[in-house]
C-alpha cells in the first residue's frame, strides 16, 4: 500500500467523479485504464461484431475521454 498526496482541489475533482459505491483506490484504477487497454479489448471483439462495431467503440472511447476532460478541467 503507498500514499499520494494531492492537492484539496484535485480531491475535491476526484470526490466529484468517484462513484458511490467506488473506493478512491477503485477510481483512480478506472482512470487510469490506458486507450490500449480499451483498443485491445475493442480488437478482440470485432471478431463478434466486425469493422463497424470496433469503430463505434473506439468513437464511444473518445467520447468519454472528452467527456471526462471537460469535467476535470
Request: glycine share 2%; proline share 0%.
Amino acid at each position: 500500500m503507498s500514499t499520494i498526496r494531492v492537492t484539496d482541489e484535485v480531491k475535491e475533482r476526484l470526490r466529484d467523479l468517484k462513484r458511490d459505491d467506488e473506493s478512491f483506490n477503485d477510481l483512480l484504477d478506472r482512470l487510469s485504464r490506458s486507450e490500449k487497454d480499451v483498443e485491445a479489448i475493442a480488437d478482440s471483439l470485432s471478431k463478434l461484431g466486425g469493422d463497424d462495431f470496433v469503430k463505434k467503440t473506439k468513437e464511444a472511447h473518445e467520447e468519454l475521454n472528452e467527456s471526462l476532460e471537460r469535467r476535470t478541467e
